[in-house]
């Protein structure tokens, strides 16, 4: 009996693939998430064609696509005709079947949105500080949960999924980095966020790394399922990454696979260094305040990029050969048909890191690899809010990591 990893709440769990021993309440549930995220995939599919797919029977899958419409997960489409046998009416999500809330916490902003169940923004908010505190990232939550779901109806607050937490791991390692005072991070060695904020709200809170989060959002949101294998880079205050294997997201025993910002690199005086130490965006913070200039702009607003033309020139080409040589270094290890990079700048400076990365990229001795595909993530700047967004829709309503389908696909 063959297996597969599914990601669930941020945490492994093994299930089968074809759910025999499993739980007749287990087979059923997983059945529907499998035509969940099919119909996700494609937009609409009509029986017909989640059968062929998946081989499952035209009455099993009418008796979970009725069971789906009841809950108001899935809508009908327009009936089709013209085409051989009966008309058919395709099933696409509904855009209020369900709800959920994500918290990023960032090194220098916090922010917080409402999707609803086909990943539209609905809600956010935004709070900038000089370096992020556990009370303070609580309080926040805890204010902008309250004012979102009080601008809601009464039965979108029911179909709120969760609230999920994109955070990065052992905050208090970055101290130095951020400019905090002292011992002002050790305190996050003790902080529970889950805790804290569990039983705060109706609904569960969920926890994961920030940049796999972020990988999670495109895998669901993106061209992720447009890729087998790739590999995530997101490039916040720091850099950090996520990674897909067989078609769904992989963390790795401790919830930290795709750690690229520890991959060892030449730095310019020719030591090694990690990748996070030259190829975030801290160094162009670092670049914009030795020259005298502001540069909390940046973190304050989603267009604050605008007015540093110049040293994001300048940043973008210092970078790009760093995160060329990680990718190499990577697809060295993992054959990965794709890299995709995404952060939290404006989309044009994406795409100009993007070229400068597959121009350096090309320069490299790529002898024995297979060249991957450079990739501007679609997600953008609020795609770790966003992931933290998917987390209870991964619980709940998303295979994480497709069984191999009929069609040959995952």
Known sequence: MS?????????????????????????????????????????????????RITGLSAQAISVIMRRLEEDGLLHRG???????????????LADDGAFSLGVKIGRRSAELVLIDFVGNVRNSMREAYAWPMPDAIIDFARRGVTKI????????????????????????QWEAGIGSP?????????????????SDFPFPVYLQNDATAACGAEFVFGRGHEFTNYLYLFIGFFIGGGIVLNGGVFTG????????????????????????????????????????????PMWKQPDGW?????????????????LANAIVGSCSVIDFSAVFIDGGFPADVRLRLVEATRNALAKRDLQGLNPPELIEGTVGNQARAIGGACLPFFDKFILTSMPMLNDGSY
């Open 306 to 322: 605008s007015g540093f033309g110049e040293y994001i020139d300048g940043w973008i080409q210092d970078i790009a050969p760093y």
């Open 3 to 51: 297996t597969y990893t599914e990601w669930s709440g941020g945490q492994m769990v093994r299930l089968s693939a074809s759910g025999r021993g499993s739980k007749q309440g287990d087979v059923r549930a997983h059945n529907e998430r499998l035509l969940l995220s099919l119909i996700r995939r494609h937009g609409s599919l009509t029986k017909a064609e989640i059968s």
């Open 253 to 296: 025993p401790s919830g930290n696979a795709g750690a690229i910002g520890s991959f060892p690199v030449i730095g310019q005086d020719g030591k090694a260094v990690q990748l996070i130490e030259v190829a975030s965006a801290a160094n162009l913070e670092a670049r914009i305040r030795a020259a005298g200039v502001d540069p909390s």
């Open 78 to 92: 327009n009936v089709l005709r013209g085409k051989i046998g009966q008309p058919s009416t395709p099933m696409a």
């Open 182 to 198: 002292s011992g002002a991070m050790d305190v996050w060695r003790s902080a529970d966020l889950v805790h804290s904020l569990d």
């Open 149 to 172: 779901m009080s601008e809601m109806t009464p039965l979108q607050r029911e179909r709120i999924a969760g609230l999920g937490i994109a955070s990065p791991f052992d905050l208090w």
